[in-house]
Each structure stands twice: as structure tokens, then as C-alpha cells.
Antibody, heavy 120, light 108 residues
């Protein structure tokens, strides 16, 4: 059973960069069968897809964040990471890393979420 | 991007009743790449349905999904106490993946 765990600072100052890492256990991030995603959910609101990485090649991002977001992968440590630059209070949210099937879709495994607050 | 509109916003029902949740897409969803999730307070979403009508692993058969063009439906045949939660639909056929705003299923 694959497990995902987010880690990173819970407080980021406005204009700075938000950085989170997702550690995957119980499965290889290099399987080629899955996308590795970042999503977020502001308190009391709905879900927003941020982007994904696919280890055979490539990243895709939500155009609403495209110029500010980078997702990278570290296959040697079975981790993938999120960087979001120039953050504002609007980026305050619970950030999830999650796995989805590259063939059938649907996001079947989620981390517990990491709360990131943007405040000075 | 594809906009998903879920209705109703809140549904109040009793255990044992049938629940019908709707998700309408602003345009055709590629290959019915639509999923449904259940989210309880303080928990991550849980995948229920993918491909519009395929149940995810371990999901009880009282949960079913169907589609008709750009209209998608999640049906819970007989509500159990643990089914009261927020439900989201997601389309993953066209980037960016998008979610509906959610339907809250409350105990009546």
C-alpha cells in the first residue's frame, strides 16, 4: 500500500517561496504507471489541482499558477517537490500530494495534507 | 478550462435513503475521464469512482456512477451513517484537471 507524506514549513512570508516535499513509501515513484500530483484546498473551500510530474518525462501545471510553480522529482529518494514563488495570502491552504493512475485516471492515494499559511 | 457544476449544493437525507448527486461539465469530457471523491472533515479526499462509472478498489457497491453526455451522476443506493460527507467530481480528460465545488450530504 503506497503512502505519501508532505513535509515543509507551515508558515511562509508574503513574496517568498513556498517549498514542500512529498515522500513516497510502499511504491516506486519511477513506476511509469502513475502521475504524482500536487493539489491544494483553502480552508472550507474546494480542491484545486496545481500540477503533476510523470517520471518517464514531463511536468504539467495549472495555467492559473504556471508562471509561479515548479514540480521536480528526486527518484533516488523517492520524493517529489513543489515550489511556488511570490506567494500571497491567497496561497494559504492545505497542500496535498497525491498519486493518480496514468492509464485510468482518478487520484487513488493522498497524503494527509500540509497546512501552509502565508503571513508576515 | 472545463468548469464542473455540482448540484445540489447541500442534500439532506436520512440513512437508508437513496442519494443522487449531479455534476455537469461545461463541455464534453474526454473519454469520460471523470472521477468522484468523498471527503470527511479533517481527511484527504477518497476516490470512489473513476472513468465515470468504475468503482475504485474497496468501494462498496452501493456507490455507482453514470453519465449522459456532459451530465454525470453519483448514486448512493442506501445511505449508511458513514456516507454523510462532502462529495466532489473531477474531470481529468483535459488539462488542467478541474473539480466541482462540492455537494454536502447531511443527515436529515
Amino acid at each position: 500500500q503506497v503512502q505519501l507524506q508532505e513535509s515543509g514549513p507551515g508558515l511562509v512570508k508574503p513574496t517568498q517561496t513556498l517549498s514542500l516535499t512529498c515522500t513516497v513509501s510502499g511504491g516506486s515513484i519511477n513506476s511509469g504507471s502513475h502521475y504524482w500530483n500536487w493539489l491544494r484546498q483553502p480552508a472550507g473551500k474546494g480542491l484545486e489541482w496545481i500540477g503533476r510530474v510523470y517520471t518517464p518525462g514531463g511536468t504539467k501545471y495549472n495555467p492559473s499558477l504556471n508562471s509561479r510553480v515548479t514540480i521536480s522529482v528526486d527518484t533516488s529518494n523517492n520524493q517529489f517537490s513543489l515550489r511556488l514563488t511570490s506567494v500571497t495570502a491567497a496561497d494559504t491552504a492545505l497542500y496535498y500530494c497525491a498519486r493518480s493512475s496514468a492509464h485510468y485516471g482518478g487520484t487513488d492515494s493522498w497524503g494527509q495534507g500540509a497546512l501552509v499559511t502565508v503571513s508576515s | 478550462e472545463i468548469v464542473l457544476t455540482q448540484s445540489p449544493g447541500t442534500l439532506s437525507l436520512s440513512p437508508g435513503e437513496r442519494a443522487t448527486l449531479s455534476c455537469r461539465a461545461s463541455q464534453s469530457v474526454n473519454s469520460n475521464y471523470l472521477a468522484w471523491y468523498q471527503q470527511k472533515p479533517g481527511q484527504a479526499p477518497r476516490l470512489l469512482i473513476y472513468g465515470a462509472s468504475s468503482r475504485a478498489t474497496g468501494i462498496p457497491d452501493r456507490f455507482s456512477g453514470s453519465d449522459s453526455g456532459t451530465d454525470f451522476t453519483l448514486t448512493i443506493s442506501r445511505l449508511e451513517p458513514e456516507d454523510f460527507a462532502v462529495y466532489y467530481c473531477e474531470q481529468y480528460g483535459y488539462l488542467p484537471n478541474t473539480f466541482g465545488q462540492g455537494t454536502r450530504l447531511d443527515i436529515k
